[in-house]
């Protein structure tokens, strides 16, 4: 049964008696799934993201080293800890699982106090990993994702749409006069802007894949999977008629006197030699137009390879 709010627990090991057993040690204090296979194992894992895997090494399919092995070798299960349970004793085999990636050995039979100490421990560091690595990828004043999430996820996106063979868009967005305003209000207020506009560029966004980034200073990226030039183009329109309409007072941003923002588009169904690269500087190019051609307006460039 899954409980709200707590950890989930994968155990996996090829005895009924033994999964009975972690169960009820288990259940009083997490959700627990159990796999009497390594392939269950990996399909469950796959598709639950448990927070912990409790593995045992002897399995009848396989054996619980190479499970794990295929756990660390995918990004979607490579943070989840892996402790291994075993009737295995040598010193040998113990530095073997911590060599491919395991964090703890618990070795058959054990104590039910201390397998649970040694889960907590981990589960714990988990928490703690996650956190950090959620507050790496985002923008400490706009609590947005920050240029490393940004470049994560297009290189990811990238290799996806080449892959799939679909068009892959992106958006370069700056604030028309940033600096006036800056100068004019100071940077408080400044501050207070690319907030709104973060927000703003943020509840706009709601497909699963797509990506609203702050790339640094008032320049602002959103990433749009699975999207042709016709789809960037109208949702460039949104994003930069929803920030005019915000209203925030400009006086220097002629001639509307409100906070506006330039859109360069770029689209790509990426082939070979094309790389992420080509991507970005083809969409800052039409951004750098866009401001050229008198700033508040989206443009886009036609390049080879690039439609
Ligand atoms: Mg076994």
Redesign the pocket.
């Known amino acids: 049964m899954h409980k709200p709010d707590t950890p989930t627990i994968l155990a996996v ?3 009924p008696e ?1 999964l009975d057993l972690i169960r009820n040690i288990l259940e009083p204090h997490y959700t627990v799934k159990v796999a009497p296979s390594g392939a269950l194992a990996l399909h469950i894992a796959r598709s639950y993201q448990p927070d912990m895997v409790l593995l ?5 399919d396989s054996d ?1 080293y190479d499970v794990c092995r295929q756990l660390k070798a995918s990004d979607k299960t490579r943070n989840i800890p892996v402790i291994f349970l ?2 295995k004793r040598s010193e040998a085999d113990e530095v073997q699982g911590f060599k491919i990636g395991g964090c703890d050995y618990i070795t058959k039979p054990f104590s039910p106090a201390i397998m649970l100490a040694r889960i907590k421990t981990h589960i714990q560091l988990k928490a703690k990993t996650d956190l950090l690595e959620k507050l790496a990828s985002l923008d400490g004043l706009t609590e947005i994702p920050n240029r490393r999430a940004f470049d994560t996820a297009l290189e990811r996106q990238f290799s996806q749409a080449q892959r799939t063979a679909t068009p892959l868009s992106l958006l370069i967005m700056d604030i028309d006069y940033f600096k006036q305003y800056n100068d004019h209000y100071g940077h408080p207020m400044g501050d207070d802007c690319l907030r709104r506009v973060a927000k703003t560029l943020q509840a706009l966004t709601h497909r699963p894949g797509d990506l609203v980034a702050r790339l640094g200073g008032e320049e602002f990226a959103i990433l749009l999977p699975n999207t042709d030039l016709a789809g960037a183009m109208l949702r460039a329109s949104q994003y930069r008629a929803a920030i005019e309409e915000l209203r925030i007072q400009h006086p220097l941003n002629e001639p509307t006197h409100f906070v506006t923002v330039s859109i360069g588009v770029g689209t790509t169904i990426p082939v070979a030699p094309l790389s992420q690269a080509d991507l970005l500087e083809v969409t800052d190019n039409a951004l750098y137009q866009a401001k050229k051609q008198g700033r508040n307006q989206i443009c886009r460039i036609n390049a080879p390879l690039i439609r």
């Open positions: 090991d090829d005895s033994n045992d090494i002897m399995l009848h619980g075993t009737a």
